[in-house]
């Protein structure tokens, strides 16, 4: 990033003026249905694949932010701000249990809903160590709140940080009279994460990645939700021209609507013109962002390689004899063993998922998947990460 630019963006106070100013002459964008279900369809999570009656999640978003020391705000919260995205805070470990879901839209043959009973896996959570986030994050990740207004909802980023494969971000949505804009429980948090609510009028979204929202329901009141966004990066799994490497910043691209989406989803219009015709406000804003964090590759003599960072890591099939088409399927267990013996058991199918988003690729040069931690760690101390019975070192 040009040094004088970062001067005079990142160290100096701008007025409210020059904020509201700050998007003047950016082209304003609409993302066709099509792109979004094509998006949808190829990002495909492990545990959530089964349970298709829960409705898509477009991932949350942000605005642009200006960088602060992260380690100073971190501090001021007694630790509260990495413990909140990678550690315990707010969290509470979830034995593995049964849930019944109705399948969306079936009915037997005595016209009752159709039900199935999933076993969901157990999810542990650990105290995150400021020191060891302040080794790992330093000059990685950004911190200083701004914020910014999407319809009647505001939306404000406290961090982002990103590693060429994943990206997360924290950030807080409030609304007068209640945010309305997602739907989101304990069980959602458990599963693919908040959802847009269809009976309100306005979607956002980054434009680089998609994942998971998990809802801080401790911290959450009605009418202020604090958010943890765990996203795959798009470019590191998606392989099309129009998904490029974040370099100096990530897209929040949004639309602010006529009416409610599903008011617009019954006009007869929309089934023939799409959502176009009942957009009244739609932006890109690029979001300034810091260096990608470091990662380390390790190898096998079987094939294939995980390339592991602080928040994230990636398996590349290729070499390991797997078919693209069921390489994230034959994924039974993932863990990463640390040169003192300890273990982190990040993946056990159907056991346990100690993630913060899991997801596969059928894509013919990064068929894998792609996994965002629900903890840092430090790549320096692993001794070896194993998919399956191979090893890689």
Same mark, same amino acid.
């Given at each position: 990033?040009?040094?004088?630019?970062?001067?005079?963006?990142?160290?100096?106070?701008?007025?409210?003026?020059?904020?509201?100013?700050?998007?003047?002459?950016?082209?304003?964008?609409?993302?066709?249905?099509?792109?979004?279900?094509?998006?949808?369809?190829?990002?495909?999570?492990?545990?959530?694949?089964?349970?298709?009656?829960?409705?898509?999640?477009?991932?949350?978003?942000?605005?642009?932010?200006?960088?602060?020391?992260?380690?100073?705000?971190?501090?001021?919260?007694?630790?509260?701000?990495?413990?909140?995205?990678?550690?315990?805070?707010?969290?509470?470990?979830?034995? /593995?249990?049964?849930?019944?879901?109705?399948?969306?839209?079936?009915?037997? #043959?005595?016209?009752? !809903?159709?039900? %199935?009973? @999933? +076993?969901?896996?157990?999810?542990?959570?650990?105290?995150?160590?400021?020191?060891?986030?302040?080794?790992?994050?330093?000059?990685?990740?950004?911190?200083?709140?701004?914020?910014?207004?999407?319809?009647?909802?505001?939306?404000?980023?406290?961090?982002?940080?990103?590693?060429?494969?994943?990206?997360?971000?924290?950030?807080?949505?409030?609304?007068?009279?209640?945010?309305?804009?997602?739907?989101?429980?304990?069980?959602?948090?458990?599963?693919?994460?908040?959802?847009?609510?269809?009976?309100?009028?306005?979607?956002?979204?980054?434009?680089?990645?998609?994942?998971?929202?998990?809802?801080?329901?401790?911290?959450?009141?009605?009418?202020?939700?604090?958010?943890?966004?765990?996203?795959?990066?798009? /470019?590191?799994?998606?392989?099309?021209?129009?998904?490029?490497?974040?370099? #100096?910043?990530?897209? !929040?691209?949004? %639309?602010? @609507? +006529?009416?409610?989406?599903?008011?617009?989803?019954?006009?007869?219009?929309?089934?023939?013109?799409?959502?176009?015709?009942?957009?009244?406000?739609?932006?890109?804003?690029?979001?300034?962002?810091?260096?990608?964090?470091?990662?380390?590759?390790?190898?096998?003599?079987?094939?294939?390689?995980?390339?592991?960072?602080?928040?994230?890591?990636?398996?590349?099939?290729?070499?390991?004899?797997?078919?693209?088409?069921?390489?994230?399927?034959?994924?039974?267990?993932?863990?990463?063993?640390?040169?003192?013996?300890?273990?982190?058991?990040?993946?056990?199918?159907?056991?346990?998922?100690?993630?913060?988003?899991?997801?596969?690729?059928?894509?013919?040069?990064?068929?894998?998947?792609?996994?965002?931690?629900?903890?840092?760690?430090?790549?320096?101390?692993?001794?070896?990460?194993?998919?399956?019975?191979?090893?890689?070192?």
């Amino acid at each position: 990033m040009d040094h004088k630019f970062e001067n005079d963006i990142f160290e100096r106070d701008i007025s409210i003026e020059e904020f509201d100013h700050i998007t003047d002459g950016v082209e304003d964008h609409v993302f066709s249905k099509e792109y979004l279900a094509r998006k949808e369809s190829i990002m495909k999570t492990s545990t959530i694949a089964k349970i298709s009656s829960l409705r898509i999640k477009v991932a949350a978003a942000a605005c642009a932010f200006v960088v602060a020391s992260p380690f100073v705000a971190n501090a001021a919260m007694d630790g509260a701000l990495f413990n909140s995205i990678w550690g315990d805070e707010g969290k509470t470990d979830v034995t /593995s249990h049964v849930e019944t879901f109705v399948e969306d839209g079936k009915i037997d #043959d005595k016209g009752n !809903l159709v039900t %199935n009973k @999933y +076993t969901l896996p157990k999810i542990e959570y650990t105290k995150q160590d400021p020191e060891l986030a302040g080794k790992l994050l330093s000059g990685k990740i950004s911190t200083k709140p701004v914020s910014a207004q999407i319809g009647d909802t505001k939306i404000t980023i406290e961090s982002v940080v990103r590693d060429g494969m994943g990206i997360v971000a924290s950030y807080t949505l409030e609304r007068a009279g209640g945010v309305n804009c997602f739907n989101y429980s304990q069980l959602d948090n458990e599963l693919k994460g908040a959802w847009f609510n269809e009976d309100q009028n306005i979607l956002f979204g980054f434009k680089e990645g998609g994942g998971k929202t998990w809802v801080d329901l401790a911290k959450s009141t009605k009418d202020k939700l604090y958010c943890y966004e765990y996203m795959a990066d798009d /470019s590191a799994i998606l392989d099309y021209e129009q998904f490029k490497p974040v370099t #100096d910043h990530i897209t !929040l691209w949004y %639309n602010v @609507y +006529t009416d409610t989406r599903a008011n617009i989803f019954k006009d007869e219009q929309y089934q023939t013109k799409g959502e176009a015709p009942f957009i009244k406000e739609s932006k890109e804003i690029k979001i300034p962002v810091l260096d990608k964090l470091e990662s380390r590759t390790f190898k096998s003599d079987k094939g294939g390689s995980v390339k592991a960072s602080a928040i994230a890591m990636q398996w590349l099939a290729d070499g390991t004899g797997a078919d693209k088409y069921d390489a994230f399927d034959s994924v039974k267990t993932i863990k990463i063993k640390y040169n003192d013996g300890k273990e982190y058991v990040v993946f056990s199918k159907d056991k346990v998922d100690n993630t913060g988003f899991l997801c596969g690729s059928q894509e013919e040069k990064t068929a894998g998947f792609i996994a965002i931690f629900n903890r840092l760690v430090d790549t320096e101390n692993v001794e070896s990460i194993s998919i399956n019975d191979i090893v890689y070192k």
